[in-house]
């Protein structure tokens, strides 16, 4: 299995728990209670975020990924 190679920055900005997923062997998954943001990132090291949506005033998920990306650089605003 291929070392999580984000791991010091969600660990430097806090409150990401690493949740059990079926298919954690593709991908690790994080969540963020305060945020209630998902945080997935594929063993390649691309990563995708889903942040909540309101739709008729109700907050849900959206089936794509709010943000997306292949670098540290352009995960770290998002944590």
Not at 17 to 28: G, N, V
Not at 37 to 61: Q, R, T
Request: with cysteine; charged share 20%; proline share 6%.
């Amino acid at each position: 299995m291929t070392a999580f190679i984000y791991s010091d920055a969600i660990g430097r900005s806090g409150d990401w728990t690493k949740q059990a997923h079926p298919r954690m062997h593709k991908f690790d998954q994080y969540y963020h209670e305060g945020k209630n943001a998902y945080l997935s990132v594929m063993k390649d090291g691309s990563w995708e975020l889903f942040l909540p949506v309101e739709v008729a005033g109700i907050e849900c998920f959206p089936s794509a990924p709010t943000h997306r990306g292949t670098t540290e650089q352009e995960l770290v605003p998002y944590l």
